[in-house]
């Protein structure tokens, strides 16, 4: 059933919910709300004052001393509100809700709707006032007892992409090779300002940590704690003037990636994460290199359980120089263990870390 108003009309507009407060109050059940297409957490509307409007609005009676019940599915619905700007249900694996209202001891309406009708619209009506220019909204509902439903970001879809068939019997009119890198500088790690010799018989490559990103990962930057979060490292590489054959790979910058997809148990890099990180990585003018990716599980680490087969998938077919590294940053309530990884033998190996001093 799509919800009217009593005239007849379509609730395509919620005419009073523009005046609906923002709360940080997490004991009550509330609206996340999320902007652009890479979904950034921007606040939290208060659940119970955004039914009272829509209701309101279609019974036309006062529900300020109102009860609502609410009684989610777990029936999937991932249709957009369709734009602009589009509204989109980052946590469609519920996507319908029972909706008993009661008024004292008197039941005063019982239905079934999606939460797209009874969330998802009315929430294109204030979004579209609060920000005619944006094009791209998100919303999950949240609260007490709904922990387990997990939040998705999807990857945000290519502007201007073109999809090109080419004929079989065609025969291709250029192709690609690659030109190889030149072999990088020779280093020991005293030069990199790592005081403490490497550990005796450690025929490894070895990662050297600049202090504030070991610190930025271990303590302070900002992670999801419903779904993996992740990005670029950036530093530079060299051989190991001690130890021939074997790299340090010097990381000075951990970059979180944009236009990225992610959920509880995936994280995802589109063509436009790497081609930001590359502008970026060429506007510093330096002799900076994208060294590898990082990313996060929302899980205690254990040692029997590194990356995911996703993950080494990811990086075998993505990061292809042998020193390119994959940090892993499990991160559990209290905790934060970082691990790194590269390619060995037939598959990935993990890789031992410094922390850098600044030189």
Do not use: C, K
Request: proline fraction near 8%; charge should be negative.
């Amino acid at each position: 059933m799509e919800l009217h108003y009593r005239d007849g009309r379509p609730m395509s507009r919620a005419s009073r919910i523009s005046s609906l407060p923002w709360t940080d109050d997490e004991s009550r059940l509330g609206v996340e709300v999320f902007r652009t297409d890479d979904y950034a957490l921007i606040g939290r509307l208060d659940l119970h004052q955004v039914l009272i409007v829509v209701f309101e609005s279609v019974l036309g009676i006062d529900l300020s001393a109102a009860r609502f019940h609410l009684y989610l599915y777990a029936q999937p619905d991932d249709r957009d509100v369709p734009g602009p700007p589009s509204v989109v249900n980052l946590r469609s694996s519920h996507g319908f809700v029972r909706v008993h209202i009661t008024i004292g001891d008197e039941l005063v309406y019982r239905h079934t709707h999606s939460l797209r009708e009874v969330v998802g619209v009315p929430l294109q009506a204030i979004l579209s006032q609060v920000e005619p220019d944006e094009r791209f909204w998100g919303y999950g509902v949240t609260g007490p007892g709904l922990d387990a439903i997990s939040l998705v970001r999807p990857a945000p879809r290519a502007a201007g992409a073109v999809n090109m068939s080419i004929g079989r019997d065609r025969p291709p009119m250029f192709h690609i090779e690659p030109i190889p890198d030149p072999p990088p500088p020779t280093a020991t790690p005293a030069d990199l300002g790592v005081s403490e010799p490497l550990a005796a018989g450690a025929d490894t490559d070895w990662v050297l940590l600049a202090p504030d990103v070991h610190e930025a990962l271990s303590r302070t930057m900002p992670f999801s704690g419903e779904v993996e979060d992740g990005g670029f490292f950036v530093g530079r590489v060299y051989l190991d003037r001690d130890r021939p054959g074997r790299h340090l790979i010097n990381i000075t910058q951990a970059i979180p990636a944009e236009r990225t997809g992610a959920s509880f148990l995936q994280f995802t890099f589109t063509g436009e994460s790497f081609l930001r990180i590359n502008e970026m990585v060429s506007r510093s003018g330096s002799d900076l290199r994208l060294l590898g990716w990082y990313h996060s599980h929302l899980f205690a680490a254990s040692d029997g359980f590194g990356l995911s087969s996703t993950d080494v998938d990811l990086h075998t077919r993505t990061f292809l120089r042998d020193w390119h590294v994959a940090g892993l940053l499990n991160i559990s309530p209290g905790t934060r263990r970082l691990r790194f990884y590269a390619r060995g033998g037939t598959g990935m190996v993990a890789l031992p870390f410094l922390i850098a001093g600044d030189r």
